[in-house]
C-alpha cells in the first residue's frame, strides 16, 4: 500500500516538527511548509491525499490559504489548526470547505484520527 501524502504548513518550527515525526511513524509522507508561498509552490508541484495547515501564517491567513487551495483541488481535504479558535471562525472554515478546525493543544493520535477520517470520507 503506498503513504498516503500530507502537507503540513506550519510556522511554529516546534510543532512542525512534532507533527513530521509523529505522522511520519504512523506511515505518511509528509511535505513540510513554513509559510503559505512555499506551500502553495509544494501543492503546485505534488498531489497532496489532505493538507493541514495552521490558520495564522506569517505571509497569508489561513482562510485565503484554504481558498486558494480549494480552487485549485477542490476533492484535496484540508484541516485548519489554530491556538486562537472561536465558533465564528471554525464555522467560517466549514463553509469555506475545510473539512475540520483542530484548536491547539491536541493529541497526536486525535490527529491521525481526523486525518483517516479526511482520506476515507
Not at 44 to 70: A, E, I, Y
Amino acid at each position: 500500500m503506498n503513504k498516503k501524502k500530507l502537507l503540513i504548513i506550519e510556522d511554529d518550527d516546534d510543532l512542525r516538527k512534532v507533527l513530521f515525526e509523529g505522522l511520519s511513524n504512523n506511515g505518511y509522507d509528509i511535505s513540510l511548509a513554513e509559510n503559505g508561498a512555499s506551500a502553495l509552490h509544494l501543492f503546485d508541484q505534488k498531489s497532496f491525499d489532505l493538507v493541514m495547515t495552521d490558520v495564522r501564517l506569517p505571509d497569508q491567513d489561513g482562510l485565503q490559504l484554504l481558498d486558494t487551495l480549494k480552487q485549485r483541488s477542490g476533492e484535496t481535504p484540508v484541516i485548519l489548526m489554530t491556538g486562537f479558535g472561536t465558533i465564528q471562525h471554525a464555522v467560517a472554515a466549514m463553509r469555506k470547505g475545510a473539512f475540520d478546525y483542530l484548536v491547539k493543544p491536541f493529541s497526536l493520535e486525535m490527529v491521525d484520527e481526523r486525518i483517516k477520517a479526511a482520506i476515507h470520507r
